[in-house]
């Protein structure tokens, strides 16, 4: 039998609460979707990026056509500057973890970055409706700009 990779919970109640994060459809990941519906985006969900070199990364929110996406970062997984809380159990564990979270998501922003995708990060914590309208401005403006790949196509000759 081999051993575990993960330590042993601190408490059941650790244990629920830790099996019940989901990977998508966070109630800050809904919010802010609902908001960017009623600016009048539209987007996909959770949708892959294939990326030379790596597995493909799933953003949260995806704008295909103006290749904008966005992730919506919970501030523990990602070490929210403001809200992100170390652990005092299991440190061995969860610094290390908690560290390679923040550098795959800067190696993959830069991933995008580098194939033309313009990466938003918001934090679960933002007002949805305040980012949404950031978004929305990014988005629009990257499609204004021709980066609208439909629109590249029907002006090509």
């Known amino acids: 039998m081999s051993a575990s990779p993960y330590p042993m919970p601190s408490s059941d109640a650790v244990s629920v609460r830790m099996r019940a994060n989901r990977r998508r459809d966070t109630r800050p990941e809904t919010a802010l979707r609902s908001a960017l519906h009623a600016l009048g985006l539209r987007y996909r969900v959770d949708s892959p990026i294939r990326l030379p ?10 704008f295909t056509r103006a290749r904008v996406c966005v992730f919506v970062d919970g501030c523990f997984w990602h070490c929210c500057p403001v809200h992100g809380v170390e652990p005092t159990r299991n440190v061995g564990y969860w610094g290390p973890k908690l560290a390679r979270n923040v550098a795959r998501d800067r190696a993959v922003d830069e991933a995008l970055r580098r194939e033309g995708w313009i990466v938003l990060r ?9 980012a949404a309208a950031e978004i ?11 980066h609208d790949l439909a629109r590249v196509a029907m002006r090509a000759p």
């Open 122 to 130: 918001v934090w679960e914590h933002e007002d949805p409706e305040g």
């Open 136 to 146: 929305a401005a990014v988005v629009r403006a990257r499609r204004a700009q021709g």
């Open 53 to 62: 070199g790596r597995r493909p990364v799933r953003p949260d929110i995806v």
